[in-house]
């Protein structure tokens, strides 16, 4: 069976065989075509940009590949996200995505020359961009609850130590 698109850029994006320099070219490229594809966006986050996937390619100048890359990153910031898992070149997308969960995965990813864009102070004043950062970066902190050691005093109010209370086998 023949290779899906998103398989194709899967395979090729994170080759665990490819000429390193060749891939780290790669990146480069794509990371340079996404920022000004989000930046085009992000001019207009209400409007919805619909197409096919090659479309879109030729609509924001990147080859095919790299627009499959990038319905790769957004689709978990879509209001509705698209089927690529089978897509093909033909296949109609949709970019409306959810500003508040866009700049938010963006964080999550680290992609500081996206979330850094300034065309987000035309959408989010700046302390909000500071609070969605602050609201993605809680929701992955874990905390963990004090021990309670056993010569600790028992949570549970009654006076005893933990070991001669609830600590109890």
């Not at 996937?53 to 990147?62: C, D, H, N, S, T």
């Not at 970066?137 to 609850?145: A, C, D, F, G, M």
């Not at 005893?160 to 600590?167: A, D, E, H, P, V």
Request: charged share 35%.
């Amino acid at each position: 069976m023949a290779k899906t698109l998103l398989e194709k850029w899967r395979e090729e994006a994170y080759s665990e065989t490819s000429d390193k320099g060749k891939l780290q070219q790669l990146w480069t490229d794509y990371f340079e075509k996404e920022k000004n594809i989000y930046a085009e966006l992000l001019k207009t986050p209400d409007k919805e940009v619909k197409g096919t996937v090659k479309e879109l390619a030729e609509k924001y100048g990147v080859e095919l590949k790299i627009m499959v890359g990038f319905l790769d990153g957004i689709n978990d910031s879509l209001v509705k996200p698209n089927p690529i898992e089978e897509m093909d070149e033909d296949t109609k997308v949709s970019l409306k995505f959810d500003k508040e969960l866009l700049y938010k995965n963006m964080v999550a990813a680290g992609a500081d020359w996206l979330y850094g864009l300034h065309e987000w102070n035309d959408i989010f004043t700046e302390e909000r961009q500071k609070e969605l950062y602050k609201e993605q970066k809680r929701s992955t902190t874990v905390v963990n609850e004090a021990k309670i050691y056993p010569n600790d005093p028992c949570p549970c109010g009654s006076g005893k130590k933990y070991k001669k209370c609830c600590g109890r086998k």
